[in-house]
Structures are given as structure tokens and as C-alpha cells.
């Protein structure tokens, strides 16, 4: 199964542009990616699906057109222009893994985004 | 209005049990997957187990296997998680989700902790 990493943490000023990273596992590089925005106290709310010709479907309900995806070996980007104090939240990605008779979904370690 | 909302946790000392239940509404609940995903603590997601909309298809993370129980009520669009034989290392938010890989909608989560 995928192993999925993020860096724990990440930081960017208001009005700027940041790009999280996650990092799949060797072996799996045709994987798609679900991101997920986690505000303080919240649950998680989807974001986006990306694959390696970029965004897969359509974005979660009411995602600014500020954020996007891009993919490319085994990283899946999320990058989010002209940051809002409202952005600041853990990111998480998470992909699927069944074989038919077996299914895991595994989760990356989340980035903590802090807007300065 | 699209919503689930999680029920039943609490405090259980080590050994003991505890169900949760998981009440959608706003969608046709018998048409989707639905999973459990937990987060301990300053943590980050952790997939915890899925169901098949009709209920017939079960798949468990290796963690809770033989322990927790995933069952589904489509009559009274709720889902559950029977967790026996609980640990320490069990503490944490459970959030329900619509779907099996890719979630569109979670819950706020309800806090399950496990100590003496």
C-alpha cells in the first residue's frame, strides 16, 4: 500500500502564494491524491483530487478558485494564491488502495499551515 | 442540507466498550460507501474502516481488526462502529464520511478516550 508525505508544517504571509507538498511512495506514482482542509476544531473538508494530469473531477463545494493541484512523479501539490487568514488550517492528503479483496485508505502526516 | 452528524463517544476504561452512531441526512444514504476515520490527539487521520452501501462489503484497518464492528441501518440512514476490547492507543476524534477513498462530506466527530 502507499505511504503518503507531507512536511509537518509550512508558513506564508497574507496576499502570498503557497504550495504544500505530498509525497507518495515509490511504486506508486499513477496514484490520485485527495486533499483535505482541516480548520481548528473542524473536520476535514474535501478540497480537490489530483492526479498526474492535474485536478481529477471537480473541487469541493465552495473552494476558492485561489486554490489549485498540480501532480508530477510522485508529488501531488496543492498551491493556494493570495492567501486569506481564513486558509489557515491542517492539510491532509489521502489516497485509496483496493485489490479487490482488500482495501486500505491511508492518510499523509497533514501540514499545518500558518498565515503570518 | 447535507450533513452527518456522530454520536456516542465518551470516556471507557481499557477493556470496555462503546458504539457510535453516525446520522446523515440531505443524501441518499444507501447509495454511498461510508468509512470511520479517527484522529488522536494533536494527530493527524487515520482510516479506521468502510462499508459498502448495501452493507454486504466490510473492509477494517489492520489496527481494529477483530475488534471494532462497522454495520449500516439504511432504513434509518445511520451508520455505527461497535468497538470492543478497547486501548489507549484508540483515543481519539471519530468522524464518519460519505464514501470509500474520496469523502465528500464528514462529520464534526465525537471524542472517544480510553483511560483508567
Known amino acids: 500500500q502507499p505511504v503518503l508525505t507531507q512536511p509537518p508544517s509550512a508558513s506564508a504571509s497574507l496576499g502570498a502564494t503557497v504550495t504544500l507538498t505530498c509525497t507518495l511512495s515509490?511504486?506508486?506514482?499513477?496514484?490520485?491524491v485527495d486533499w483535505y482542509q482541516q480548520r481548528p476544531g473542524k473536520g476535514p473538508r474535501f478540497v480537490m483530487r489530483v492526479g498526474t494530469g492535474g485536478i481529477v473531477g471537480s473541487k469541493g463545494d465552495g473552494i476558492p478558485d485561489r486554490f489549485s493541484v498540480l501532480g508530477s512523479g510522485l508529488n501531488r501539490y496543492l498551491t493556494i494564491k493570495n492567501i486569506q487568514e481564513e486558509d489557515e488550517s491542517d492539510y491532509h492528503c489521502?489516497?485509496?488502495?483496493?485489490?479487490?479483496?482488500?482495501?486500505?485508505?491511508?492518510f499523509g502526516g497533514g501540514t499545518k499551515l500558518t498565515v503570518l | 442540507e447535507v450533513q452527518l452528524l456522530e454520536s456516542g463517544g465518551g470516556l471507557v476504561q481499557p477493556g470496555g466498550s462503546l458504539r457510535l452512531s453516525c446520522a446523515a441526512s440531505g443524501f441518499t444514504f444507501s447509495s454511498y460507501a461510508m468509512s470511520w476515520v479517527r484522529q488522536a490527539p494533536g494527530k493527524g487521520l487515520g482510516w479506521v474502516s468502510v462499508?459498502?452501501?448495501?452493507?454486504?462489503?466490510?473492509f477494517y484497518a489492520d489496527s481494529v481488526k477483530g475488534r471494532f464492528t462497522i454495520s449500516r441501518d439504511n432504513s434509518k440512514n445511520t451508520l455505527y462502529l461497535q468497538m470492543n476490547s478497547l486501548r489507549a492507543e484508540d483515543t481519539a476524534v471519530y468522524y464518519c464520511?460519505?464514501?470509500?477513498?474520496?469523502?465528500?462530506?464528514w462529520g464534526q466527530g465525537t471524542m472517544v478516550t480510553v483511560s483508567s
Open positions: 464520511a460519505n464514501g470509500r477513498g474520496r469523502a465528500d462530506i
Open positions: 515509490s511504486g506508486y506514482s499513477n496514484y490520485k
Open positions: 462499508i459498502s452501501g448495501s452493507g454486504g462489503s466490510t
Open positions: 489521502g489516497a485509496d488502495h483496493g485489490t479487490g479483496s482488500n482495501f486500505v485508505w491511508v
